[in-house]
Nanobody
Framework: QVRLVESGGGLVQPGGSLRLSCTSSEITLSDYEMRWYRQTSDKNRPWIAHIRRDGALRTYADSVKGRFTISRDDANNSVYLEMNNLMPEDTAVYYC?????????WGQGIQVTVSS
């Protein structure tokens, strides 16, 4: 069974920063298109950041553009989401997602709460 494991979430004050990590023991993340999604209380789960397999292309949702950065570290089989200037509306459960060749895998999600 393939697992993606997120870490790095928690409680942060507005204007603060967090870095989320995603890794797996079962698959090689560099073989996959990687995305971060987030789910808020309304149960929607839009994607917010994407990085191509070769790392050469990164795209972001308008809501996080300029504040969040997605990256990958193939040596450590990890993908990261650096989140800066966090705002209360960034509060959500964040999910890591891998996709390739018709297969897709999700992490279990990790809570990020932005509050003073």
């Amino acid at each position: 069974q393939v697992r993606l494991v997120e870490s790095g979430g928690g409680l942060v004050q507005p204007g603060g920063s967090l870095r989320l990590s995603c890794t797996s023991s079962e698959i090689t993340l560099s073989d996959y298109e990687m995305r971060w999604y987030r789910q808020t209380s309304d149960k929607n789960r839009p994607w917010i950041a994407h990085i191509r397999r070769d790392g050469a292309l990164r795209t972001y949702a308008d809501s996080v553009k300029g504040r969040f950065t997605i990256s990958r570290d193939d040596a450590n089989n990890s993908v990261y989401l650096e989140m800066n200037n966090l705002m209360p509306e960034d509060t959500a459960v964040y999910y890591c997602h891998a996709y390739a060749w018709g297969q897709d895998y999700w992490g279990q999600g990790i809570q990020v709460t932005v509050s003073s």
